[in-house]
């Protein structure tokens, strides 16, 4: 079935280090993916996304690239900020009308100063 | 992006009672919204797909006699959780469906039930 992996949490980093969180897809078709963040109690926002092979969705320091031959999605970051902490997910849409987001389950990212 | 507004943001309610949960698309019409609940530290599930002036459509597991899904209009839809128990304090997400290839979500409603 159709599904998303993404790299268990904790992860937590000192400022301006360098991060990534992997996440792996199983889709038939051609999916988009997506990175949404929650930042503490607060509601999901989209931080980027890729429609695409081969595509790189990026947005405030944060790249992702959409790799069919390694079913990957991978979310980078060169230099970290405290404020960057919050419960990432990566997530795929099957482009099908009526259907929803399939979600990984989350990684949640400390940043300590 | 669209705007999405939930309502209440949290609710605390005694076991027994009911709470209707709702959800608003301000700036589009949704003909479909989709419902999620996210646990503590746990990913979000889709509970149920509800379209606007017909029944919704359940996800495996989740009774349809308990949360009561209407979306009576375009702009508009409720999730009413009837007899809460504890078990059923949970974060509940809704989410219209969109014509592209990005979701948007509403802020979300902490239910606590005692």
């Known amino acids: 079935g159709n599904s998303v992996t993404q790299m268990e949490g904790p992860v937590t980093l000192s400022e301006e280090a360098f991060l990534t969180i992997n996440c792996t897809y199983t889709?038939?078709?051609?999916?988009?993916l997506f990175w949404y963040v929650q930042y503490p109690g607060e509601g999901l926002q989209l931080l980027l996304k890729?429609?695409?092979?081969?595509d790189k969705g990026s947005n405030k320091g944060f790249e992702a690239t959409y790799r069919k031959e390694t079913t990957s999605f991978h979310l980078e970051k060169g230099s970290v900020q405290v404020s960057d902490s919050a419960v990432y997910f990566c997530?795929?849409?099957?482009?099908?009308?009526?259907?929803?987001?399939?979600f990984g389950k989350g990684t949640t990212l400390s940043v300590s100063s | 992006g669209a705007v999405v507004s939930q309502h209440p943001s949290r609710v605390i309610c005694k076991s027994g009672t009911s709470v209707k949960i709702e959800c608003r698309s301000l700036?589009?019409?949704?003909?479909?919204m989709f419902w999620y609940r996210q646990f503590p530290k746990q990913s979000l599930m889709l509970m149920a797909t509800s379209n606007e002036g017909s029944k919704a459509t359940y996800e495996q597991g989740v009774e349809k006699d308990k949360f009561l899904i209407n979306h009576a209009s375009l702009t508009l839809s409720t999730l009413t959780v009837t007899s809460a128990h504890p078990e059923d304090s949970s974060f509940y997400i809704c989410?219209?469906?969109?014509?592209?290839?990005?979701?948007?979500f509403g802020p979300g409603t902490r239910l606590t039930v005692l």
């Open positions: 700036d589009f019409q949704a003909t479909t």
């Open positions: 890729a429609t695409k092979a081969d």
């Open positions: 889709a038939t078709g051609y999916p988009s």
């Open positions: 989410s219209p469906g969109s014509d592209t290839d990005t979701q948007y």
């Open positions: 997530a795929l849409s099957l482009n099908q009308a009526g259907t929803a987001l399939i």
